[in-house]
């Protein structure tokens, strides 16, 4: 036996990125156990051939390594320290890979936590999306003390193409993730402007997709979400919700450092107008069907998708 199938392995959160993480990890042997709120989705991953628990307490009872995989802080705390929390029964001494989204504070406060309870952290948070996810690459910007590094190598290996070590302290990881998110929600928002743009001057979609993205205009966000918008769909691959939630994160630690920043906040009012539109928990290329409702323009539809 390999020292994957030796470690017990809870994945809390079995959405699109919770269950890529949760198959690649049955792929390569590991003991992975499944948990979420949603019944529909963890009997998708009961199809996989995974093992769902029914609650989260079942699921991380004795587990080597907890692996946190839902929306914020908020749902974090509540999955690893409230009641029937994970980290009150895994095993001493075991792991926490958290991967949401959350203010530096936060992170640390969840160490200083698990600490208590004689567990190790690492805040952990992700990037990739669905299918890098599925397919064991997801990149992680981590940071904790080295011995839980040791301890978490197996699954991190397994689940990830590449883990950046950013520091011996929670908190750190968190921070270069809120660098990522301004990024990833200011291209968003100016791939849904260009791609809108486009359309108001007549010019061909699908031509303007294909010559900005051999050009230097391009973005990886223009060429990931704008066959979004040429494809009318807007299932939600990550929700408007996602940026209102990291980019006020990024706006508040600005405000706390005094520290400007007028294109962030201008993406965070289009994510923000957005959702207030209704269209908060759909993909988050709606920013482009907003325009169009300012605009008057007209947008690509798909049959039967979310619109």
């Known amino acids: 036996m390999g020292e994957q199938s030796a470690l017990k392995v809870c994945v809390i959160g079995l959405g699109s990125m919770g269950f890529g993480v949760a ?10 156990v499944g948990y979420d709120v949603n019944e529909e989705v963890a009997d998708r991953f009961v199809a996989a051939g995974g093992c769902v628990a029914s609650t989260v307490c079942e ?11 839902v929306v914020n802080a908020t749902q974090t705390l509540a999955v690893l320290f409230g009641e029937g929390g994970a980290a009150k029964v895994m095993q001493k001494g075991g792991t926490i890979l958290s991967f949401a989204t959350m203010s530096p504070e936060m992170a640390r406060d969840f ?14 948070p992700i990037s990739g999306g669905a299918l890098r996810a599925a397919a064991g690459e997801l990149t992680i910007m981590a940071s904790g003390h080295a011995e839980a590094f040791r301890h ?6 397994a689940i990830a193409m590449k883990v ?23 291209h968003i928002a100016a791939a849904c402007e260009a791609i809108t743009f486009a359309k108001a001057m007549g010019l061909d979609m699908d031509m303007v997709y294909e010559v900005i993205t051999a050009s230097a205009g391009n973005s990886w966000m ?15 691959f990550s929700a408007v919700d996602i940026f209102t939630k990291d ?11 005094k520290f400007p920043l007028p294109i962030a906040s201008t993406a965070l009012q289009m994510f923000v107008m957005t959702a207030a539109a209704g269209m908060g928990r759909d993909d988050d290329a709606s920013i482009a ?3 169009a409702q300012i605009t008057g323009l007209e947008l690509p539809e798909a049959a039967g998708a979310v619109k």
């Open 59 to 69: 699921a991380a009872e004795s587990a080597d390594i907890v692996i946190v995989v």
């Open 247 to 257: 980019l006020g994160i990024v706006s508040d630690i600005g405000r706390g450092l």
């Open 222 to 236: 223009f060429e990931n979400r704008v066959p979004h918008i040429l494809e009318g769909n807007y299932s939600p």
């Open 111 to 124: 160490e200083r936590r698990a600490g208590e309870l004689g567990v190790r952290y690492i805040d952990a």
């Open 23 to 32: 198959t690649t990890l049955l792929r390569k042997g590991f003991d992975a």
């Open 289 to 291: 069907r907003l325009i």
């Open 164 to 186: 950046y070590e950013l520091g011996d302290e929670a908190g750190i990881g968190a921070s270069f993730k809120i660098v990522n998110q301004l990024l990833a929600g200011v």
């Open 152 to 157: 978490a190598r197996p699954v991190l290996d």
